[in-house]
Structure formats: structure tokens, C-alpha cells
């Protein structure tokens, strides 16, 4: 299979693109940058030749790239980064896979469980509404973002992924710093649910997805572990898994988050349990259900 990936030099892009070379699949990076290897193209979304055709004669597509959520402070000019990198970059490349002869079989397209905004813990599949924040706002306008591959009949799948937890980055990289000390604290009360997946079961879902020749195999997933934890419990459990003491004690105040982050203090205290019931009823088996296993694994496979 020959698959374009954007945000290849992600957390997520890096491993999906291992994996896939691993396996003898034929991956063609587009980057922004000038192509430093035979395996990247240069393809700027919001250049005003996006459709350029080097995407003809791809299989398929995974679409990962856009700014970092938790990279800056919300400003209003960030704000206005992190819409356009994901709703003006996806209706680029959406319209550019529509337009390449032979179209592709399918795009697989990045979302987040911030569609969801917070649902005070409860409990939420796929078939539940879009929240009212921005996050929300924004998942809406990403995933509707695609409809030109749709009108293509393009099979589009949207991968909601939780907080991925994977060594060499994204959350996981940030908070095993102060973990690794013993001196990670709860944000807030630490009761808000964190809604997580581990690296490995991310690329074998996008993979489970991404491989499928089942037509129906599209719309929106969640790509989360099913066994949610509270922040106090993710804690607990990275404490435990770099064998340091867990001081429950040890915590910063929501106001104290809001003065320091912003609007982006949400990241961190957003609560909601977001089950992955699409991907369980279609047959995916996770591999690391529960966080201590999926900690352990990541910590040590990433580090060998």
C-alpha cells in the first residue's frame, strides 16, 4: 500500500510511519519544509497550489498534522493557529485527494475527544453531541472539513484520540519529567477524568482503521483506552511506574492553573469518560486496557 501522511515528524506520524515501513508499505511524507529525503514532498495546505497532483497514485491517506493544543498560551492569534493548521489544512487536502486521478481508497483524518468538551465525567460514545467550547467548536469545523473527500466517496474515518501516552512526547513526555522525581501534582482536585490511549494501541487502531476494506468503517472513533482514569489516579500511576512516592498532597489549584495557562488550563481540567465504542464493536482488541500496563510498556519499550 502506498499511504501520504502528513505530521509525519509527530509523536504519533514518527511511530505510524515505522510501522507501516516495518511492514513493507510504500509511506510518502508531505512536509511543509524543502523535501530532505526521496520519500518527502513538499506540500504547503495553504499555498494556492494545493491540489498540486503529486497525491495521485496514493492508496490512501492519514492526515496528522496541526499545531500543538498544549505547545503556547491561548492567545487569540494561537487560537486562530490551531483553527486554520486543522479546518483550513484538512479542506486543502481533502479537496487535493478529491481531485488526484485515481482518488485514493480513503483518508484517515486526526480529531480529538475535545468534540466532546466537558461532560462533568460522564460517560460518552460517538454518537454524542459536540460540546460548546472552542475545542469543540473547532473538532466540529475539522471533522466537517473533509466533506470533499466524502463527495469523492472517499471512505474518511476521524481518529478522536484521547491523551496519547508515548514517551518521546505529548503529554506523557511532559509530565514524566516531575513524575520522575516524585513530585508530579494533581491539577485541581485531581477528580477530572482523563480519557487516555497508550502510542501502541493508537497506531494499531489508526492501523485497524486504515486497513480495513469495510466501507462502513468510517466517521468518527474514539480513540481512547476503555478505562478512563482520574487525574489523581494518572498520577498515582506514573509515580508508581518510576517507583517514587505518591505525595496526594502535592497539588495546583484550579485558579491558580487558570491564572498561569489561560484558557488553556482546560486541557488539564476538562472532565470527561470517552469509550472507544465504535472500534470495540468493530472488533479492535487494545492491547494495554489499563494505564499501569500501558505506562510500563511505553516507558520501557521507548526507552530501550
Known sequence: MKVAVTGSSGLIGTALTASLRADGHQVVRLVRRPPRGADEVRWDPRAADAGDPVLSGVDACVHLAGAGVGDHRWTRGYKAEIRASRVLATRALATALAAAQPAPKALISASAIGWYGDTGGGEVTEDAPAGKGFLSRVVFDWEAAADPARQADIRVAHLRSGLVLGKSGGVLARLARPARFGVLPRFGDGSQVMS????????????????????????????????????????????????RPDFGWLRVPAPVLRLALGEMSSELLTSARVLPGRLLAAGFEFRYPAVGAALAAELTTQAA
Open 196 to 243: 487516555w490511549i497508550s502510542l501502541t494501541d493508537e497506531i494499531r487502531a489508526i492501523r485497524f482503521l486504515l486497513e480495513s476494506d469495510d466501507a462502513g468503517r468510517s466517521g468518527a472513533y474514539n480513540l481512547t483506552a476503555p478505562n478512563p482514569v482520574t487525574d489523581s489516579e494518572l498520577t498515582a500511576a506514573l509515580h508508581h511506574a518510576f517507583r
